[in-house]
């Protein structure tokens, strides 16, 4: 049932194909930081029997939760969820289903209740850390909490929280809007609720780091700036603990482990001097372009220094792939052709800060040397 499309599948005819249905949510980042929507919609096992499905298809059928089945996958071409490194890309826990998948199964069976914090968030277009939370519905009355793994949890309506309607399939499906489910979010982030994996960052706790993570996701899977997420927060997290990690965060970062990085490096530069997100530099000259008008080779580190000429890169799953690392030698040697200094960064290095903080260093000692003795 997991699949694991990479980036370089985001051009592909299921990427446009979802875009085209309506499957993903509008936002500042492009395709890979942003949610698919599943297109195997859940049914009410009995609304499936009335409607002539057989018995015996019914019964065969995937069942999220009780009481509700998914059509068979051979009914479908193509994979489940699109996505940065497909399912494999975080450990789903207890469940067999994505959350929305589980959202919508547990919906139907509470259709006046409003999904909110992790799968309202999923909703919204959040791609990460989601799919192994369990299922939060709010609702206007007392509701006993499941135990079970597909199971909902029951909460009442935070007060002034809007509700939206954003699923393409479940159009009367209701969900918190995206301020409120960041903050609803951000609370179980920073009170320890909510973990997975980050390396040692400098100056910050764990939780700070996670926190600073999920705001940049969140700021590529939608169109939220730090104003509207400080006012979401109101009765749900302190807005004053909100601030350090908001002044961290950058709206340009397309990946966690990008963010991580540029937390580390945060204070390597020379006085005068500051990291960019997401620069876009032509390879025949060195020089900055505009990523969207632009037509010759270039390149777009995922952190750079223009002013010394630095570039960095952290390199995810698919850049293991033989292609993609021919395609990165070409250009690391392009790169120092024209003068800039690059240092390519994995998960390994960035355990090993001793050694990271080594190459970066001499990269931004030799770029200075570079630029004091250029004419």
């Not at 590529?220 to 990690?245: F, S």
Request: net charge neutral; with cysteine; hydrophobic share 40%.
């Amino acid at each position: 049932m997991w699949f694991d499309l990479g980036h370089g599948d985001i051009r592909g005819t299921a990427w446009t194909d979802a875009e085209d249905s309506g499957r993903i949510r509008p936002g500042r980042g492009p395709l890979f930081t942003r949610r698919v929507y599943p297109f195997r919609a859940p049914a009410l096992r009995r609304d499936a029997l009335r409607d002539g499905v057989p018995r015996r298809t019914v019964d065969r059928a995937d069942r999220p939760v009780r009481g509700v089945v998914l059509p068979p996958e051979d009914d479908y071409d193509g994979p489940t969820r699109l996505g940065p490194d497909g399912w494999c890309s975080e450990d789903p826990g207890p469940y067999l289903w994505d959350i929305i998948t589980r959202l919508r199964a547990c919906w139907l069976l509470a259709p006046a209740a409003v999904g909110g914090a992790w799968c309202a968030a999923a909703a919204h277009g959040l791609p990460h850390w989601a799919d192994s939370e369990q299922v939060l519905l709010h609702s206007g009355r007392m509701r006993r909490n499941p135990t079970g793994p597909g199971t909902p949890v029951y909460r009442p309506l935070p007060k002034h929280a809007r509700t939206v309607c954003v699923d393409p399939l479940f159009p009367e499906l209701k969900v918190v809007d995206a301020a409120t489910a960041a903050a609803q979010c951000l609370a179980t982030i920073l009170s320890g609720k909510k973990q997975w994996w980050v390396p040692t960052v400098p100056g910050l706790t764990d939780r700070e780091v996670r926190a600073v993570q999920f705001i940049d996701a969140y700021y590529q899977c939608t169109n939220l700036t730090d104003t509207d997420i400080l006012a979401g927060a109101r009765n749900i997290v302190d807005r004053v603990r909100l601030a350090a990690p908001l002044e961290l965060c950058d709206p340009g970062a397309e990946s966690p482990m990008e963010t991580v990085l540029r937390l580390i490096v945060r204070d390597e530069l020379p006085v005068g001097h500051a990291w960019t997100s997401q620069v876009t530099v032509s390879l025949a000259d060195g020089a900055v372009v505009d990523g969207a008008t632009f037509r010759g080779k270039r390149t777009t580190p995922d952190l750079a220094c223009p002013a010394l000429k630095v570039a960095l890169y952290y390199d995810g799953a698919h850049h293991e792939d033989q292609e993609q690392t021919e395609t990165d030698f070409r250009m690391f040697q392009a790169l120092k052709k024209i003068g800039w200094e690059a240092v390519r960064i994995n998960r390994d290095l960035l355990n090993d800060r001793t050694e990271l903080l080594e190459h970066i260093r001499g990269a931004i000692a030799r770029a200075g040397r570079a630029a004091r003795t250029t004419p």
